[in-house]
């Protein structure tokens, strides 16, 4: 592997797959050996996940996967309020994306009923993304993979899958049927609503783990 942008890829689906778990440290003489490439190339990579928040440089003990904090969550939570709300609010219910949406919940139900809680965040999260495509915009949707990338880390984080996820199925499908439904305004208010409850859940197991503000 000799491009920069593919190793940086591949290193970041291995981080939100959970393969090095947040606040790990990243060895470089390592992956330098797993994906044979210089430690210039590796360290390129590293600068675009540190763009992304997925990496942090620790002084003194070098390269680690960023573990968020509660304030990183409460922005997260922000930003997907505003992006993802936005695209929903203003979207025509026709859209292509609609159809992924759909297909993403039907994923995640079906991985729901067979408790594969990694399977039901990955799909929880193609629903997300379908819903910012609503938007038609490149930008949007390259901004919003960096977000979907920091909430894996969140949701590495956390302990318990199916209270972190569960609830939130049912929740998309109620998303869904508004859209369908009741129209854009409706799954909008509906999104909304949602988020704030994910939030939520999510700050109630940081704070239940002691993850208050980074020192």
């Known amino acids: 592997?000799?491009?920069?942008?593919?190793?940086?890829?591949?290193?970041?689906?291995?981080?939100?797959?959970?393969?090095?778990?947040?606040?790990?440290?990243?060895?470089?003489?390592?992956?330098?050996?797993?994906?044979?490439?210089?430690?210039?190339?590796?360290?390129?990579?590293?600068?675009?996940?540190?763009?992304?928040?997925?990496?942090?440089?620790?002084?003194?003990?070098?390269?680690?996967?960023?573990?968020?904090?509660?304030?990183?969550?409460?922005?997260?939570?922000?930003?997907?309020?505003?992006?993802?709300?936005?695209?929903?609010?203003?979207?025509?219910?026709?859209?292509?994306?609609v159809l992924r949406m759909r297909d993403a919940l039907d994923d995640a139900e079906r991985h729901l009923a067979a408790g594969d809680w990694r399977l039901v965040g990955s799909a929880n999260m193609a629903f997300h993304e379908a819903i910012v495509d609503l938007a038609d915009s490149a930008r949007l949707a390259r901004i919003y993979r960096d977000l979907a990338a920091e909430m894996r880390l969140v949701f590495l984080e956390i302990d318990d899958p199916r209270a972190l996820h569960e609830p939130f199925v049912r929740k998309n499908r109620t998303v869904l049927t508004a859209l369908l439904e009741q129209g854009p305004d409706a799954a909008a208010t509906a999104l909304e609503g949602y988020l704030v409850s994910s939030e939520r859940v999510v700050l109630g197991a940081f704070s239940r783990m002691g993850r208050g503000q980074r020192e």
């Open 1 to 97: 592997m000799n491009q920069q942008g593919p190793l940086a890829d591949v290193l970041r689906q291995s981080i939100i797959d959970g393969e090095f778990a947040p606040g790990s440290r990243l060895s470089e003489s390592a992956l330098c050996e797993r994906f044979a490439v210089s430690r210039n190339t590796l360290r390129e990579a590293f600068r675009v996940l540190a763009e992304q928040s997925l990496i942090e440089h620790v002084p003194y003990r070098g390269v680690s996967v960023a573990s968020p904090d509660m304030a990183a969550v409460i922005d997260i939570y922000r930003a997907r309020r505003v992006i993802e709300s936005t695209a929903l609010r203003q979207c025509e219910p026709e859209h292509p994306a």
